[in-house]
């Protein structure tokens, strides 16, 4: 129900607003502005600016505008919260708006000489799953899942590093970043928040804004954030890179 073009142009507290939208779908339409404004740690004019910047008139009309969405949603999503989310990201992907969203990243990748993955955890496999797309779409890639493997002061000064992280703020995934940067690499971040450390770091970021999600059956601490807008975003910048790729050798 939110549209990606919209959400990139929100400020950090807008985004807090957003954040705490998709984490509490359920109980949004109960709150006044006030009780959002609280719980949000904002402003209620925070709150107005975040409903017109996403297309509504006032709070009122954001809520009922959830309780139609919810109303509509199928069975499997009540298991599954993420669904509408994910649902509303695929079908943006063959959009011409999300292309130019898209189109920096295409081109730093398709004028790179190697390509560089790199993440811990689900993201370092994440990691390994895109360096081996990107090579059977014809593209130098390999992966680094390990994030104390030493990044030379130089030598990359024609490689393209694309950092994947969830939340933006892990602490060996900064180093390494900074280190690529220090050798002379561009960094093309895919993260969930634009306004992480990561992001901030990247010459290029894209940021998927699913809702964040914890394990509830083993350990609170355990992010799992669906990654599905991820490996789309892997196949999609693979497929657009080895066109242009295919284009410029069909010129030589």
Do not use: W
């Amino acid at each position: 129900m939110f549209d990606l073009e919209k959400v990139q142009s929100l400020n950090e507290l807008e985004m807090l607003v957003y954040q705490y939208i998709l984490e509490h779908m359920d109980n949004v339409p109960m709150l006044t502005i006030r009780q959002l404004s609280t719980n949000c740690h904002v402003s209620t004019s925070t709150i107005l600016r975040f409903c017109s910047k996403m297309g509504f008139d006032g709070f009122s009309e954001l809520k009922y505008a959830i309780k139609k969405e919810k109303q509509q949603e199928h069975s499997f999503e009540q298991y599954y919260d993420a669904t509408v989310h994910v649902d509303s990201f695929l079908k943006r992907l063959n959009q011409q708006t999300f292309y130019e969203t898209l189109k920096p990243a295409i081109t730093m990748i398709a004028s790179a000489r190697h390509i560089v993955f790199s993440g811990i955890g689900t993201s370092g496999i994440l990691g390994n799953y895109g360096s081996r797309y990107f090579a059977n779409m014809g593209i130098n890639a390999y992966s680094i899942d390990d994030p104390f493997t030493p990044i030379p002061q130089r030598g990359f000064e024609n490689t393209v590093a694309i950092i994947l992280s969830v939340s933006g703020e892990t602490t060996e995934i900064i180093k390494q970043s900074t280190d690529f940067k220090r050798s002379g690499a561009k960094i093309l971040s895919i993260t969930n928040d634009e306004h992480s450390t990561i992001a901030r770091l990247a010459d290029y970021n894209i940021s998927y804004y699913m809702p964040d999600e914890r394990s509830i059956y083993i350990d609170p601490y355990i992010n799992i954030t669906t990654q599905i807008p991820v490996i789309a975003l892997i196949e999609l910048l693979a497929h657009q890179a080895g066109k242009e790729f295919a284009e410029k050798a069909s010129q030589k």
